[in-house]
């Protein structure tokens, strides 16, 4: 399982699902121009929803919710349109996790993580070329999305509990991917279930320092910020990479393969058919 993203079908993120009849080996430049598109729309569409649509005195404002919701909605179009490709990672902290958990090769790591970073900075310049076609707009004043704590926390929350809350997010994100992705888990659902689940992380942690669990995401705002955003940006890769080799360590344990899978439930004794997706087979999980 460690050659993921190289023979994986659709539906995945990190980790194959179900191996094809003849898998094939796909190109390291196709896999890392997905990386670059996927993480471009990540910093466009969820920042964008930050900076263009939840502003004070934009009509019909979507709020912390609706910037949420426009994170997860990243994830999940985007697993769907290159996830095939790449595995559809579009984080640093994820491809560390699922490093750390045996999931994705090391040879692949650096150059994933250049092309992520490479794609938050893109989608970054892109937004501020929308935001700049209003007049008046000042996009250091503005704050531009990027992630801060103390003074630049939206809820003045202290450096100690940034680092806190984005190390814990980040690696119960990690957790679910890597349950997601198992190829125990129905593959049709891994997109909609991680969308979710970043959504989630946002709801919770927007207030805090505009949520980050992606230093990619948190490089891109930071340099056209410039000034304090940079000065923080260490905590942004250090808390989510830190939580995610947690989350990943934990995962070689928690979703490893072993022969206590088909453990009898708590419910009765009668087998049920477990249907888990295309190309796979039914197994009877004793309850």
């Given amino acids: 399982m460690a050659d993921s993203p190289h023979l994986q079908r659709a539906s995945t993120i990190g980790t194959p699902v179900g191996q094809v009849a003849r898998p094939r080996r796909i190109a390291t430049a196709r896999r890392l ?4 598109i996927g ?10 929803a930050a900076v263009l649509a939840a502003g004070t005195g934009v009509p019909g404002t979507i709020g912390m919710a609706g910037v949420a919701l426009a994170f997860g909605l990243t994830v999940f179009t985007m697993a769907f ?26 040879r692949d790591l650096p150059g994933y993580v250049i092309a992520q970073v490479i794609g938050g900075i893109l989608g970054s310049a892109a937004l501020a070329a929308l935001a700049s076609g209003t007049a008046g707009f000042d996009l250091v004043a503005s704050g531009f999305a990027a992630n801060g704590y103390g003074v630049h926390s939206p809820g003045g929350y202290s450096a100690a509990t940034a680092f806190l809350s984005e190390a814990l997010l980040t690696a119960g994100f990690l957790t679910v991917i890597l349950g997601a992705t198992d190829e125990r888990s129905p593959a049709a659902f891994a997109p909609l279930s991680i969308g979710l689940a970043l959504t989630l992380i946002h ?30 940006l260490w905590l942004f890769w250090i808390a989510p990479l830190g939580g995610a080799a947690v989350a990943g360590l934990l ?26 997706g295309d190309d796979r087979n039914t197994a009877p999980l004793e309850r």
């Fill in 33 to 36: 121009a997905a990386e670059v």
């Fill in 39 to 48: 993480t471009f729309w990540l910093v466009l569409g969820g920042c964008g």
């Fill in 81 to 106: 349109a290159v996830g095939f490709i790449s595995g559809g990672h579009f984080n640093p902290a994820v491809s560390v996790g699922l490093t750390v958990a045996g999931r994705f090769p090391v």
């Fill in 203 to 232: 709801l919770i942690s927007i207030p805090i320092d505009n949520t980050s669990v992606n230093p990619a995401r948190s490089t891109g705002p930071a340099l056209f910020v410039g000034g304090w955003a940079l000065s923080q």
């Fill in 251 to 276: 995962g070689r344990w928690l979703f490893a393969h072993t022969d206590e899978d088909q453990s009898p439930g708590p419910i009765g004794d009668t087998p049920v058919e477990l249907m888990v």
